[in-house]
Each structure stands twice: as structure tokens, then as C-alpha cells.
């Protein structure tokens, strides 16, 4: 979704604000459109103040990746439905074995590396338990990957069969 046009001199502020959010937490641009499931195109206009980022569809999404205080958060945006960092639902953490097969077999995959296939990967739901090995997860990553699925985050996670 994209955010609406900038046609003011606040949205450049926005995207200085937005930058040092992002210096804050040690995150680059393109770990943070990892998060979002976006380009890293989108989010370089979104912290150079070309597409407003509080009006855009992902203000939520942004306050909940950069730790935004809820406070400031809410001071940008007051309306009602916007969802803030202390109201994150916990993550699931990312498994040893899922964590070694990032580092193993990350140089020929990068994707696997990413915090979005990582968490998606983390999130799956195992009919007789999670693979143990770094192998048995790098074939389900490479699996996936072959069918075209791409990490998408939802309220439940997503649901897979039984483990590789």
C-alpha cells in the first residue's frame, strides 16, 4: 500500500524523524523493508520524505520495528486504530538449529538471512515438531522457496504440514 503524495515541507521532517529513528535502533533501511515485507525503494522514499510515512499504510508496522515510544508515536498519529509498540504481540523466537542453517548456507541463499524468513520460518506450525537440524531447515527454507512462497506475516502464522 502505498502512503499518500508529500506536497509539504513537514513531510521532509517526517523523514529526517523517521531517519533517526532508524539510527536509533542500529537498523539500516533495507532490514527495515525486510520487516515490512517492502522494497528497500519504498522505504528510501519514505526517510527522504518523497511518501509521507505516518499517512502511509505501514505507520504501525514502522512504530512497532523502530521501538517508536508510544507517546511520539501517538503524537504523530492520534487516531484511535493505530496499533503501538506496547502493544506488540511477542515474536516468535528463532530457533538454534534454524539460526545455524542462516549462517551455514546464508552466503548462497541471502533471503535466508532475513529477519522476514527467519521469523516466517520461526512461525510455522509442526505436526510432529520443528526441524531439529540446520540441514533439515535449510531444506524447507529451499523448498518454500522453490514453490514461490514468500514470508508473509498474519495475526495466526502461517501453517505448515509435517517438518522436513
Same mark, same amino acid.
Given at each position: 500500500?502505498?502512503?499518500?503524495?508529500?506536497?509539504?515541507?513537514?513531510?521532509?521532517?517526517?523523514?529526517?524523524?523517521?531517519?533517526?529513528?532508524?539510527?536509533?535502533?542500529?537498523?539500516?533501511?533495507?532490514?527495515?523493508?525486510?520487516?515490512?515485507?517492502?522494497?528497500?525503494?519504498?522505504?528510501?522514499?519514505?526517510?527522504?520524505?518523497?511518501?509521507?510515512?505516518?499517512?502511509?499504510?505501514?505507520?504501525?508496522?514502522?512504530?512497532?520495528?523502530?521501538?517508536?515510544? =508510544? !507517546?511520539?508515536? @501517538? *503524537?504523530?498519529?492520534?487516531?484511535?486504530? &493505530?496499533?503501538?509498540?506496547? +502493544?506488540?504481540? %511477542?515474536?516468535?523466537?528463532?530457533?538454534?538449529?534454524?539460526?545455524?542453517?542462516?549462517?551455514?548456507?546464508?552466503?548462497?541463499? =541471502? !533471503?535466508?538471512? @532475513? *529477519?522476514?524468513?527467519?521469523?516466517?520460518? &520461526?512461525?510455522?506450525?509442526? +505436526?510432529?515438531? %520443528?526441524?531439529?537440524?540446520?540441514?533439515?531447515?535449510?531444506?524447507?527454507?529451499?523448498?518454500?522457496?522453490?514453490?514461490?512462497?514468500?514470508?508473509?506475516?498474519?495475526?495466526?502464522?502461517?501453517?505448515?504440514?509435517?517438518?522436513?
Amino acid at each position: 500500500m502505498a502512503g499518500a503524495p508529500v506536497t509539504s515541507p513537514d513531510a521532509q521532517a517526517l523523514g529526517r524523524q523517521l531517519r533517526g529513528f532508524l539510527r536509533a535502533t542500529g537498523k539500516t533501511q533495507r532490514e527495515l523493508a525486510d520487516e515490512l515485507n517492502v522494497g528497500a525503494t519504498y522505504v528510501s522514499q519514505l526517510v527522504n520524505g518523497k511518501v509521507n510515512w505516518v499517512r502511509s499504510g505501514y505507520f504501525s508496522a514502522i512504530v512497532r520495528a523502530l521501538n517508536v515510544p =508510544p !507517546d511520539t508515536a @501517538r *503524537a504523530l498519529d492520534p487516531r484511535p486504530w &493505530a496499533v503501538f509498540a506496547d +502493544q506488540r504481540p %511477542p515474536l516468535t523466537p528463532v530457533p538454534d538449529a534454524l539460526a545455524a542453517a542462516a549462517a551455514q548456507y546464508g552466503d548462497a541463499f =541471502p !533471503d535466508l538471512r @532475513r *529477519a522476514a524468513w527467519q521469523a516466517y520460518l &520461526a512461525a510455522l506450525h509442526w +505436526q510432529s515438531g %520443528p526441524p531439529q537440524t540446520p540441514d533439515a531447515w535449510f531444506t524447507v527454507f529451499y523448498q518454500l522457496r522453490t514453490l514461490g512462497v514468500a514470508p508473509t506475516p498474519g495475526p495466526a502464522g502461517p501453517q505448515a504440514g509435517s517438518g522436513a
